[in-house]
């Protein structure tokens, strides 16, 4: 995502080890991150378990934040045995980690099992009043190894799509967050450690729709990490038939569609998803979406020099705003390491924002601090591989 201003510390550079090179999957048992109470209870039944035990095996994963089995002593000696060997329970290992003094962005570059890298990014926001206990805390995970869509300007797609990830390793970028960013007591006390879940990191969350929803079901339920539906952002490209399936779904998750231009010609030239779902399909699918859920969306619209931040472009993104009821997130854009793409002036942002406002459209750019190498979506991963293979 476009996260913020991270690089990384020398020490952390030392123990850059991954590697993108991907063995088979089937090598691994499943993760313990993957299952719902349901499925948990089926599987322990057909392995001659109690079922009961579910609610008590998740209890300790997601309330107690247990690493291993071993730890779980209300279980029998026998049944700890018996989930070590079936289940995994470490699914990824920190390669490397990027942030800056005086920075409120944290990026964490996670190893899969397969050697699959992955980003996660933690964002906090300043706290509002010195009353408040903590600052509230955004965490960004990725559904996918690269990604198949090929916007032109992102560097997740530049090395194109490896892998999907499945629930398990959805869900463990947050257990991992929760781990690694624990502000101090709420492990004892069961709280979840972040306010918000976005689905903005590497990958296209609908072209990897079964093992989304499953992780951010796990995520909602109350066994689970307990986070509303509605902290939670789901950000697409416009896969428009998937949009439509989750405008169905009862699961009041939000929605955020990455624009990023306001006309099929400058759509379709950054984005060859428009080519497939231009925009008279993806604007009534967004519409019956935000229709059927009652909720405003998004819409995000990255601002980059002489490409899409004409003031008739603003005015045709504010048209579709209106149509859709639609908040505009406009986000300068980040420059990434080979591509030619670079932000425009902030006075040529200001300019674009204020049309939209002309036109009483709700909508928030967003400030970056600079244009650090690693701050977009897939930078991180992009420049390890780089530093690999070169
Ligand atoms: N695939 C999904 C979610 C991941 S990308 C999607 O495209 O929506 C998350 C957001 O980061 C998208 O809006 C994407 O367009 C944006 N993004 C990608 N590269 C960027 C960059 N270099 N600078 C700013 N935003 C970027
Ligand atoms: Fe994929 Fe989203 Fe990047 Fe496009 S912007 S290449 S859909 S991750």
């Not at 089995?69 to 290992?93: Q, V």
């Not at 952002?233 to 989750?246: C, M, N």
């Not at 902030?346 to 002309?358: A, D, I, S, T």
Request: hydrophobic fraction near 40%.
């Amino acid at each position: 995502m476009n996260g913020g201003n991270a690089r990384f510390s020398s020490l952390e550079v030392a123990f850059r080890t991954g590697t993108d090179r991907i063995s088979r999957m089937e090598n691994f048992r499943p993760l313990i991150f993957s299952e719902t109470k349901e499925t948990l209870a089926a599987a322990l039944e057909a392995q001659g378990e109690k079922a009961f035990r579910a609610a008590q095996i998740l209890d300790w994963i997601y309330k107690k934040r247990a690493s291993s089995f071993e730890e779980m002593t209300n279980l029998p000696a026998g049944t700890r045995a018996r989930l070590a060997e079936i289940y995994d329970f470490a699914p990824a290992e920190l390669v490397a980690k990027s942030e800056q003094a005086g920075d409120a962005t944290e990026k964490f570059l996670l190893r899969m099992r397969d050697g699959a890298l992955v980003e996660c990014v933690v964002l906090r926001a300043p706290q509002e009043n010195a009353a408040e206990a903590r600052s509230r805390k955004t965490v960004c995970i990725s559904t996918q190894v690269g990604c198949a869509q090929g916007c032109r300007f992102c560097a997740s797609g530049l090395s194109g799509w490896k892998r999907n990830l499945d629930a398990g390793e959805i869900v463990a970028q947050l257990m991992f967050v929760c781990r690694e960013c624990a502000d101090k007591g709420t492990r004892e006390t069961g709280f979840t450690d972040f306010d918000n879940i976005v689905v903005m990191g590497m990958g296209e969350p609908l072209m990897n729709c079964e093992a989304t929803m499953r992780a951010l079901r796990i995520a909602n339920a109350p066994w689970g990490l307990g986070v509303g539906a509605r902290r939670i952002t789901i950000s697409t490209s416009g896969v428009v038939p998937k949009i439509r399936e989750l405008a169905d779904d009862p699961m009041q998750f939000r929605l955020a569609i990455s624009l990023h231009g306001a006309t099929d010609e400058v759509r379709s030239r950054i984005m060859p998803v428009n080519r497939k779902y231009p925009l008279a399909q993806l604007i009534p699918a967004a519409k019956e979406f935000s229709e059927k859920h009652g909720r405003m969306i998004t819409l995000e619209f990255i601002l980059i020099e002489d490409v899409n931040d004409s003031l008739e472009q603003a005015r045709k993104l504010a048209e579709i705003a209106r149509e859709l009821h639609a908040h505009v997130n406009l986000i300068p854009y980040n420059a990434v390491e080979g591509l030619p793409w670079k932000r425009p002036s902030g006075n040529r942002q200001m300019q674009f924002l204020k049309v939209l406002q002309e036109r009483r459209v709700p909508a928030t750019l967003r400030r970056e601090k600079g244009a650090g190498i690693d701050a977009a979506c897939g930078q991180l991963r992009l420049r390890n591989i780089d530093k690999e293979t070169a």
